[in-house]
């Protein structure tokens, strides 16, 4: 059985200071705010690259999404084929699975997520998918649905494959942010350990930020000689969460500065600000052949937005989506967006949904909208 050891306080260690990373240390550098949508900072974001060790959370996710479906459970119980241990056994980082093991779900998904077990992403693909190759079709085929628009994965684990694996830091903020959107108590559970004791060996955590910056919870480091040294990293406070990519440092104690650094300078550098509460009815928008000529938009949380320290930009709303939009209009449909445009930074699109359902119109409600449309 594993044991997560849990992330300590902060305790006596020093902040770290505070400021983008310079490129010779962080050549790619993204900082999102996850509760918000906005892009505090971007460097290279598009540049693709091979991510090693932090495709991972993509196993990781792929395993949340397959037990919020009911077709995984963590207390499933796989073995460790005889070919797999002969390929993995030691091999690069690893939590020690023994050729003869016994092993739940909950344990191959502590060994990823904490000591970025190879052996352990490669048993859990086999074992819920019945093989590699099928986890890694389920892996691209999830990648493709929450928009990592220019990633593709080969293996599960991030181990060298001549390039099949590669991501973009926004790709990368897209997955973090639907995983800890999608499944927050998933990701308390399993990410942001400092270590992990399993088959009577004791690994630590090498994330760069737990126990370094307040708040910090994860997530995932990465290295191989062809990929060099990356992070994608979280840290929440006071209900806001920021993600951060670091990728193509030089060495780890660059990534590892360069990453402390620059999520405490996008806490220390912006204020978050609630534009509309929870549920708050933030729009309408036109409905054709509806029981209702129109119908309420809200987001899926609070709105909120991010903006410079000190400062009091001007902010503007627009409103977009086709429309009218044709009824049948499911309660909670995604049918808008909203488009919030803050002076001096990019703009950031808010998925509206419909806040109530509205039905096809009855031949008696269709004649009335008709006559209403001629008087107007």
């Known amino acids: 059985m594993a044991t997560a050891l849990v992330a300590s306080p902060l305790g006596a260690q020093s902040a770290p200071s505070a400021r983008i990373p310079p490129a010779e240390n962080a050549p790619i550098a993204y900082l999102l705010d996850a509760s918000s949508g906005q892009i505090l900072y971007a460097r290279d974001i598009d540049r693709r690259f091979m991510p090693a060790s932090i495709t991972k959370v993509m196993t990781t996710f792929l395993a949340f999404e397959w037990m919020e479906e009911g077709r995984l459970f963590p ?20 939590m020690f699975l023994p050729a003869d093991a016994r092993v739940t779900v909950d344990d191959l998904l502590h060994g990823v997520t904490t000591v970025s077990a190879n052996d352990g992403a490669v048993v859990l693909a086999e074992g819920a998918a019945g093989s590699v190759e099928d986890w890694v079709a389920a892996m691209n085929a999830k990648a493709r649905d929450i928009g990592m628009a220019d990633s593709h994965f080969g293996n599960p684990n991030g181990w060298m494959d001549d390039g099949k694996t590669f991501v ?20 308390r559970h399993f990410v942001g350990a400092k270590g992990l004791k399993y088959n009577g060996i004791e690994q630590r955590n090498h994330d760069p930020i737990i126990g370094v910056v307040p708040g910090a919870d994860g997530i995932k480091t990465g290295y ?6 990356g992070f994608l990293g979280s840290a929440q406070r006071d209900g806001r969460r920021l993600v951060m990519v670091v990728a193509g440092s030089p060495g780890g104690r660059e990534r590892n500065a360069a990453s402390r650094q620059f999520i405490e300078w996008g806490f220390q550098h912006f204020d978050s600000r609630v534009l509309f509460t929870n549920g708050a009815r933030i ?22 937005i991010s903006v ?8 503007s709303l627009a409103l977009r989506y086709e429309g009218p939009l044709q009824a049948p209009i499911a309660k909670g449909e995604e049918v808008a967006e909203l488009i919030v445009s803050i ?23 269709r004649v009335f909208n008709a006559m209403r449309s001629w008087v107007a």
């Open 168 to 187: 973009t830091a926004r790709d990368l903020g897209t997955l973090a942010q639907t995983m800890v959107t999608r499944h927050p108590t998933k990701y």
């Open 343 to 365: 002076e001096g930074m990019p703009d950031h699109r808010v998925p509206l949904v419909a806040s109530e359902e509205v039905l096809e119109a009855t031949l008696l409600q």
């Open 75 to 94: 207390q499933q119980v796989y073995g460790v084929r005889p070919d797999t241990f002969r390929k993995w056994h030691r091999k690069g980082s690893t």
């Open 224 to 229: 191989t000689n062809q990929a060099g040294f």
């Open 283 to 304: 729009a309408s928008a036109r409905v054709q052949q509806g029981g209702a000529g129109e119908v309420g938009l809200t987001a899926a949380g609070p709105v909120r």
């Open 308 to 315: 410079p320290k000190g400062t009091d930009p001007e902010v």
